[in-house]
C-alpha cells in the first residue's frame, strides 16, 4: 500500500493563494492515480481535484474550476494543489487520496488516503 502526508495547510485571507503537497511512500507513485478531497464541518467529503498516474489527464470539481491545479512530480513522489483566489467556503481540512484502479473522478475509485490539512480562509 501507499502512505501519504500532506503539508501545507494554513490560514489566508480571501482572495490569497496556498499550496498543498502530497509525500507519498511506500508502493510506486506513478501507479497511482491521485486526488485531493475537502470536508468541512457538517459536510460531507468531497473530490476536489484528481489527476492520471502520468499527470497528462485532470478533473476539477466545477467549484474550483480555474482557480484550482492539480498536479504531480512523480520523480519526486509528490502530488500538489496550488490554490489560487481563495473563498471562505474553501475552508475544510484537505485529504490526499491515492487510487489503485486509475480512475479518480469519484470518491469510490481512491483506496489511500492522509490525515489531512486544514486549510482556513478567512473574510
Known amino acids: 500500500q501507499v502512505q501519504l502526508v500532506e503539508a501545507g495547510g494554513g490560514l489566508v485571507q480571501a482572495g490569497g493563494s496556498l499550496r498543498l503537497s502530497c509525500a507519498a511512500s511506500g508502493r510506486t507513485f506513478r501507479n497511482y492515480a491521485m486526488g485531493w478531497f475537502r470536508q468541512a464541518p457538517a459536510k460531507e467529503r468531497e473530490l476536489v481535484a484528481g489527476?492520471?498516474?502520468?499527470?497528462?489527464?485532470?478533473y476539477y470539481a466545477d467549484s474550483v474550476k480555474g482557480r484550482f491545479t492539480i498536479s504531480r512530480d512523480n520523480a519526486k513522489n509528490t502530488l500538489y494543489l496550488q490554490m489560487n483566489s481563495l473563498r471562505p467556503e474553501d475552508t475544510a481540512v484537505y485529504y490526499c487520496?491515492?487510487?489503485?484502479?486509475?480512475?479518480?473522478?469519484?470518491?469510490?475509485?481512491?483506496?489511500?488516503w492522509g490525515q489531512g490539512t486544514q486549510v482556513t480562509v478567512s473574510s
Open positions: 487520496a491515492a487510487a489503485s484502479s486509475y480512475r479518480y473522478t469519484a470518491r469510490e475509485h481512491f483506496d489511500y
Open positions: 489527476i492520471s498516474w502520468g499527470g497528462g489527464d485532470t
